[in-house]
């Protein structure tokens, strides 16, 4: 058999290259987490205000270290200039919050997911996201029973297109943590159970008897 003429196979190529440009611009387009929902901007402006006095006088305090990363993280989705912002904050918990190194590292390879998302060049873009994804999977295999590091990987991933083929691996984790949600309630502020549970909830990923036993526990959420 003959090979294929050249000029039959450029212009298949050419519609390849500009279907997965279209779908890097869409994917841009897109919100890759819950976490843009979950208040307004000038909402988490004020809390990030609140707990940035609280750690002028209590620089070490780990709990409101992280729930300012957190408000960082939120504000970066939909806020580019609030990225570097996050980073710079998550490094500092790196170094001097120890027992946070799970949390301040997924939170730095979702913002690395951000920057794909942000970025302009399809491979800029499929560089980043793939060092965010690399980071991600290490960093939960190294804290399995950590809620919200899962849970961070999980809702970045939902959203990825589908040529990262994720969707098996979010319906592990959203499965994985509807079994870990009942137990590590004490651990974990409310606002993020709750906003955990529905955002797994909304995604209809769930066969019906998990679908029940998470409405079920998120209706015993007090707070």
């Known amino acids: 058999m003959g090979s294929i003429p050249l000029f039959s196979v450029r212009p298949i190529f050419i519609m390849i290259t ?5 779908l890097f611009i869409l994917w841009g387009i897109g919100t890759p987490c819950v976490f843009s929902k979950i208040s307004e901007r000038d909402s988490l ?3 990030a205000s609140q707990l940035e006095k609280v750690l002028l006088n209590h620089p070490a305090d780990p709990t409101h270290q992280l729930e ?4 960082y993280f939120y504000l970066a989705v939909d806020n580019e200039e609030f990225i570097s912002k ?6 500092k918990m790196n170094q001097h919050s120890p027992n946070l190194k799970g949390e301040a590292n997924i939170y730095l390879a979702a913002l690395h997911a951000l920057r794909a998302k942000n970025a302009t ?4 873009k499929w560089n980043l996201a793939n060092k965010a994804l690399l980071d991600m999977d290490k960093i939960v295999e190294r804290y399995p029973n950590n809620i919200e590091i899962r849970f961070i990987r999980a809702s970045t991933c939902y959203y990825l297109p589908f040529f990262f083929n994720r969707k098996d691996q ?3 984790d959203f499965l994985i943590l509807v079994n870990q949600l009942s ?9 993020l159970l709750k906003s955990i549970c529905l955002f797994i909830m909304n995604s209809q990923y769930l066969e019906a008897p998990y679908s029940a036993s998470l409405k079920n526990y998120f209706n015993s959420i007090k707070g």
Request: net charge positive; proline share 6%; hydrophobic share 40%.
């Open 18 to 22: 500009r279907f997965i440009i279209l």
């Open 86 to 91: 996050g980073d710079q904050h998550f490094r």
């Open 45 to 47: 402006l004020r809390v």
């Open 121 to 124: 060049w399809p491979m800029d």
């Open 170 to 172: 979010v319906k592990s």
């Open 68 to 71: 300012l990363g957190r408000v």
């Open 183 to 191: 137990t590590k309630e004490n651990k974990y502020p409310v606002s």
